[in-house]
C-alpha cells in the first residue's frame, strides 16, 4: 500500500492565483513528521516546509502554508499568490518514527505549471 | 557559499561498466544519503551514512556500493551488477539523522546506459 499518495500528477494554475497541492499519507506510527520538497526543472530538491505530528499549528513559511488534517491523513501544501517561478514539481515525503535509523518516503509528486 | 555538490551532471555507461557518481558537502553535515529518481516516481533510498566509515543499505542497494572515508565525502559506485541503471540520482546530506532537521539536495546526476 502506498505510504505517500499525491493524486494530482499535474496542474495548471493561473498566476497569482492560490494553489492547493494534495498529500495523504498512511502511518499507524503517533511520531511522523512531513516535508514539501520543490524540484525544479535544474534538479535539485528544494525544502519548502515541515509539519511535525505533534505540532499543535499548521505550519508557515512565507508564502507555503500546510493545511494538516491529522484525522484526515492529509497535509497539503498551499501556495498563495502564486508566480511563473512556482512551475516546478513538488513533492511529499514522510518521516516516519524516532531516532536515528528513521526513512523519508517519498510520494509520487505533482507537476505545478503556473501560467501568465 | 555551503552546499552540496554532485558531478558530473551526466554519465554514460556502457553495458558491463562499474562508473562512480561523485558526492562532496561543505556543510560539516554527518548523515549523507544517496537517492534514486525514476519518471513518475518518488525518490527511492540506496544508502544512507550517518557517520565517517559506516553506511547502511536503503531499499534498492543492490548493484551499488558507496563508501564514506571522509565526512565531505559520500560516492555511489553504479556497479555491472544494476541491471537498470538508468536514472536520476541526487544524493543529500543533513546536519544530523535527527527527525525534524530538512536534508539538503545537490543537482543530481543523470546516468545513461548506451
Known sequence: AQKITQTQPGMFVQEKEAVTLDCTYDTSDPSYGLFWYKQPSSGEMIFLIYQGSYDQQNAT??????NFQKA??????????SQLG????YFCAMRE?????????????????IKP | DGGITQSPKYLFRKEGQNVTLSCEQNLNHDAMYWYRQDPGQGLRLIYYSQIVNDFQKGDIAEGYSVSREKKESF????TSAQKNPTAFYLCASKVGPHANTEAFFGQGTRLTVV
Open chain 2, 75 to 78: 560516492p555511489l559506485t553504479v
Open chain 1, 61 to 66: 513559511e512565507g508564502r507555503y502554508s500546510l
Open chain 1, 86 to 89: 512556482d512551475s516546478a514539481m
Open chain 1, 72 to 81: 484526515r491523513k492529509s497535509a497539503n501544501l498551499v501556495i498563495s499568490a
Open chain 1, 97 to 113: 518514527g524516532r531516532g536515528s535509523n528513521y526513512q523519508l518516503i517519498w510520494g509520487a509528486g505533482t507537476k505545478l505549471i
